[in-house]
Nanobody, 121 residues
């Protein structure tokens, strides 16, 4: 019923930039945290960044100073601006959101399908 759809991934050279978007749709009463995770080949999935409904952010140390997470609550969308990209940023990036579907519902984690980011050198 709830869907998270990512866009904006692709191929980019080292030092370049990409902006990822994730739009939530369906039956949604409220959204708490939204975030981005990534998993590179042969590595564990890691939290890249997240943001709460009031705009408070957290970042992985590896992306601090290069990536910026933001959200538009009216559009139910979270963004990840990625600058100064490095080959080690290559991964599948997944959007995650904590969503209440009604005033009486529990909060559940929802995941997007993922978008590939590939950084070449």
């Amino acid at each position: 019923q709830v869907q998270l759809v990512e866009s904006g991934g692709g191929l980019v050279q080292a030092g370049g930039s990409l902006r990822l978007s994730c739009a939530a749709s369906g039956s949604i009463f409220s959204i708490n945290f939204m975030g981005w995770y990534r998993q590179a080949s042969g590595k564990q999935r890691e939290l890249v960044a997240n943001i709460n409904s009031g705009g408070r952010t957290n970042y992985a140390d590896s992306v601090k100073g290069r990536f910026t997470i933001s959200r538009d609550n009216a559009k139910k969308t979270v963004y990840l601006q990625m600058n100064s990209l490095k080959p080690e940023d290559t991964a599948v990036y997944h959007c995650n959101a904590e969503i209440m579907q009604s005033a009486w519902s529990r909060i559940y984690d929802h995941w997007g399908q993922g978008t590939q980011v590939t950084v070449s050198s």
